[in-house]
């Protein structure tokens, strides 16, 4: 993506989206959740560019960007369901109820800003 700065085109940010997502998926099967989530959106950011390619630059990264903010918000919508289940909830087997104390601890504290509450 340095390129991108010198010689900023559209060819040269497909073809990054492309490597980038090909490197990913090289590892296979060694990946985390988060690198398919990374290779599926670079690969259909790249190809959102090149389908919109006589359009202008803005029209094209408008859509790439519609195209990524859908496909993170399906991404984190499907892993918060994922984790809603009764072990997550339950306080004797999940740390959840932990880190939701700690929240409350540190944003209802008497040192929390009093715009936070409004």
């Not at 085109?9 to 690198?35: E, Q, T």
């Amino acid at each position: 993506h340095v390129a991108l700065a010198v010689w900023p085109s559209r060819a040269l940010l497909v073809w990054s989206h492309v490597a980038y997502a090909g490197l990913r998926l090289y590892r296979l099967p060694f990946l985390f959740n988060s690198d398919v989530w990374a290779a599926t959106l670079d690969a259909s950011f790249a190809i959102a560019v090149t389908a919109t390619r006589r359009k202008t630059r803005a029209e094209s990264l408008a859509l790439g960007s519609d195209i990524v903010r859908f496909q993170l918000a399906a991404f984190y919508f499907g892993a918060a369901l994922w984790k809603v289940n009764s072990s997550f909830l339950s306080p004797r087997t999940s740390c959840s109820s932990i880190v939701a104390v700690a929240l409350f601890d540190r944003f209802a504290s008497k040192e929390a800003p009093a715009a936070f509450f409004e």
